[in-house]
């Protein structure tokens, strides 16, 4: 059975599309932490983000790297941070979290409640970044 994640890809699901390319999609976090939280997935369905092959790890660090870096432009953070979960969802993926402090991390923290329009205007915001 496809996951959320795949119907996203597939276009059954809306997202807030911030990247993508033949690997890998990147779209904004519905729950986020900090206004340009991201997610990073593969397209290939894989539970757990050390069963990717070595090169498909490689390869979406790279691609995780171009929309960090778009992120901290749309949205001056002092870093951007990275989290790899995957309890809450079973494919493999990373949380691009622009932070002011390490406490931006915290998955614990109440989650932003963002519009429909907020949303668009994040991801238009990163989208314009990638290079």
């Known amino acids: 059975m ?3 994640f ?3 890809v ?3 699901i809306p ?11 990147a779209f904004l976090d ?3 932490l900090t206004k340009g939280h991201t997610l990073v997935i593969p397209k290939r369905e894989v539970d757990y983000f050390f069963d990717l092959e070595d090169d498909e790890i490689a390869a979406m660090q790279v691609f995780a790297k171009k929309v960090a870096t778009a992120i901290k432009k749309a949205f001056p953070c002092i870093k951007v941070g990275q989290a790899v979960l995957g309890l809450e969802v079973p494919h493999a993926h990373i949380h691009l979290v622009p932070m002011q402090s390490e ?3 915290l998955f614990t923290n109440p989650k932003l409640k963002l519009t429909a329009e907020e949303f668009k205007e994040i991801a238009n915001r990163i989208n314009k970044e990638i290079a």
């Open 30 to 32: 519905i729950n986020p």
């Open 10 to 12: 597939a276009g059954e």
């Open 15 to 25: 997202s807030y599309k911030v990247a993508e390319d033949e690997q890998f999609y």
């Open 2 to 4: 496809a996951t959320i």
């Open 6 to 8: 795949s119907k996203i």
């Open 103 to 105: 406490k931006d991390m």
